[in-house]
C-alpha cells in the first residue's frame, strides 16, 4: 500500500488502542485475529460502524487459554476507543475519560502508530455480510449489562444445554478443559434475546389446526415479527446476526441456541416464503449463507471454529433436516420469487461443496431418523388430548 494511502486510512479510520494487553493474549476483531507481541497496543484503520472485540488471555507460556470475552462496539470516523488490561480480572475495561482524552490525542498524533495493528481491509467484506442488518439499537437492545458476552457467566445454559449428540459435541468443543466460571456477579449478565416458543399453543382451537400451526411456523413467524419487532423484518434478521456473531467469535452457548431458535422458526415456515414474505426470506438465505460460508471455513483460527466441529458435518444435525425441508419446498414450488430461488440453490450447493451434504428426497426406511432427544423433531399434536384439552 502507498505510504500516503495508508496514512489517509490512519487518520479517517477508527482505532481500538488496548493498554497492557500481556503477551500471548488473543486479541480478535470481526472474522481477525492477532496474537498479541510484547509491543501490542490494539487495532488501527478500522472502518465505521459495527465491530466485534473479542479475546482470551494466556498463560505465562501462551499454551492454554482462558474462555473468550467479547463485546460489540460502533465506531466512526477517526474515533480512538480506549481499553486498559486490568490484571486481577484478566480483561479490557474502560478508563476515565480524562485518560480516554489524552491518549485520544497521542493516537491521532501517531504517537502508537507503530505498536497499533492494521485491520485487514480485504477482510472487510466478510464481516459486512456476517453484520450488514446489526445497528447499534441492536446491540443497545440485546447485548447484557456490561457489554460482556462470555461463557463463563452461562453455567446454566452449559447444564441445560447438551440435548441433541451434535450439542452435546459442541459444548464439550467449547467448553473442554478451559471452561471456567466464577461465582460473582457476571453470571447473571447475560444477553436479551427475544423469546421464541419452540411449539404453538393457542387454546380454543381445534386440534388438526393446532397441528398445522406446528407444522408450518409462518403464523408464528407473524406473531413474533409484530409483537417483538415491531413488524421490522431486519430487526429480527439483526438478531439472528448479532447470535451468529456471539456464537462464532465469543463462543457463547446461548447465542447458539438462540441462533438456533430463529433458524429454525424461519426455516420452519411453508406458506411465507412463497407468498408474504418472499423479501424476508431471501435476506434470511442470503445471510444464512455468508454465515455457513464463512463459518465452515477451516483457516479462521482457534477462536473461530464453532461452527467448523465435526459435529455439525452429520447428516443427522437439525440444520441438514430443516435445510432439506426447505429447499424441497423452494426448489419444486410452482412460482416462486426469482431472488429467493438463486440464493436457496447458492445456500444448497454450499452445503453440498463444502461439506458433502446430500439433500435428495428419503424415506424413514432408508435412514432418516431423528435423534430421540432432538427438540427440533417434528411436532404431531394428538387430535383427541387437543380436543379434550
Not at 447485548?143 to 449428540?165: L, N, Q, R, Y
Not at 449463507?289 to 477451516?298: E, M, N, R, S, V
Not at 414450488?333 to 440453490?345: I, N, Q
Amino acid at each position: 500500500m502507498e505510504p500516503n494511502t495508508a496514512l489517509e486510512l490512519v487518520k479517517k479510520g477508527a482505532t481500538f488502542l488496548a493498554l497492557d494487553v500481556p503477551q500471548y493474549t488473543l486479541f480478535g476483531i470481526d472474522t481477525q485475529m492477532f496474537s498479541a507481541g510484547p509491543n501490542f497496543k490494539g487495532i488501527k484503520m478500522i472502518p465505521p460502524g459495527i465491530h466485534f472485540i473479542y479475546y482470551s488471555s494466556s498463560n505465562r507460556e501462551g499454551n492454554e487459554f482462558s474462555p473468550i470475552v467479547g463485546f460489540f462496539i460502533d465506531t466512526s470516523s477517526s474515533q480512538v476507543i480506549v481499553r486498559r488490561w486490568d490484571q486481577k480480572e484478566e480483561r479490557l475495561v474502560k478508563v476515565s475519560e480524562e485518560e480516554e482524552e489524552r491518549y485520544s490525542d497521542a493516537v491521532k498524533r501517531l504517537e502508537f502508530d507503530k505498536q497499533l495493528g492494521p485491520y485487514t481491509l480485504s477482510q472487510y467484506g466478510d464481516w459486512t455480510h456476517l453484520s450488514n442488518y446489526i445497528t447499534k439499537d441492536t446491540v443497545d437492545r440485546l447485548e447484557p449489562i456490561g457489554g460482556k458476552i462470555t461463557i463463563a457467566c452461562e453455567s446454566d445454559v452449559v447444564e441445560m444445554f447438551s440435548k441433541t449428540s451434535m450439542e452435546k459435541s459442541l459444548a464439550e468443543h467449547l467448553t473442554n478443559n478451559k471452561f471456567s466460571t466464577r461465582d460473582d456477579k457476571s453470571q447473571k449478565q447475560r444477553c436479551y434475546y427475544t423469546a421464541i416458543p419452540r411449539v404453538v399453543k393457542q387454546k380454543g382451537i381445534s386440534g388438526e389446526d393446532l397441528t398445522s400451526l406446528n407444522l408450518d411456523k409462518t403464523y408464528l413467524l407473524e406473531t413474533i415479527l409484530m409483537k417483538e419487532y415491531g413488524g421490522d423484518e431486519e430487526a429480527l434478521l439483526a438478531e439472528l446476526q448479532f447470535a451468529f456473531i456471539a456464537f462464532l467469535m465469543g463462543q457463547s452457548l446461548e447465542a447458539f441456541l438462540q441462533w438456533k431458535l430463529l433458524v429454525s422458526l424461519l426455516l420452519g415456515c411453508t406458506e411465507s416464503p412463497l407468498h408474504s414474505r418472499s423479501q424476508l426470506f431471501t435476506k434470511f438465505v442470503k445471510a444464512l449463507y455468508y454465515q455457513l460460508k464463512i463459518g465452515f471455513q477451516k483457516d479462521t483460527g482457534d477462536m473461530t471454529q464453532g461452527v467448523a466441529d465435526e459435529s455439525w458435518l452429520s447428516s443427522d444435525s437439525f440444520l441438514h433436516r430443516l435445510c432439506k425441508d426447505f429447499f424441497s419446498l423452494v426448489l419444486e414450488a410452482p412460482v416462486v420469487d426469482g431472488d429467493l430461488l438463486t440464493w436457496t440453490r447458492r445456500l444448497k450447493s454450499l452445503l453440498e461443496d463444502s461439506i458433502g451434504w446430500k439433500f435428495q428426497e428419503d424415506s424413514a426406511a432408508d435412514g432418516v431418523f431423528f435423534d430421540e432427544d432432538d427438540e427440533y423433531a417434528p411436532v404431531v399434536e394428538n387430535l383427541d388430548d387437543a380436543m379434550s384439552k
